[in-house]
C-alpha cells in the first residue's frame, strides 16, 4: 500500500515537472502499436513504444515534405 502511494506521487511530481513534448504522430502511432501488441501475445507495452518511434518518424517525414513543397513553390514564384 505504501509503495502505491509512494509510486503514485512520484508519478504525479515527474509529470508535473516534465517539459512539454512534442508528440505529434507518438500518440497516434502508440494507441495503434499498444492494440496491435495486446492482441498479438500481450506485448501492448512494447507495441505502444514500437508505435510512438514509427508514428513519430513519419510524422517528421510528412512535416519535411511540405516543408520541400512550400519551399518548391516560393522558388518557383
Known amino acids: 500500500m505504501k509503495f502505491t502511494a509512494i509510486a503514485a506521487v512520484l508519478a504525479a511530481c515527474l509529470a508535473v515537472a516534465a517539459p512539454a513534448a ?5 500518440l497516434k502511432g502508440a494507441a495503434v502499436g499498444g ?4 492482441f498479438a501475445h500481450h ?4 507495441g505502444a513504444a514500437a508505435g510512438c518511434v514509427i508514428g513519430r518518424h513519419r ?4 512535416e519535411a515534405q511540405q516543408a520541400q513543397a512550400q519551399q518548391t513553390q516560393h522558388v518557383s514564384r
Request: one cysteine or more; charged letters at 10%; a positive charge.
Open 22 to 26: 512534442n508528440a505529434k504522430g507518438c
Open 35 to 38: 492494440t496491435a501488441g495486446h
Open 43 to 46: 506485448h501492448g507495452l512494447l
Open 59 to 62: 510524422a517528421n517525414q510528412k
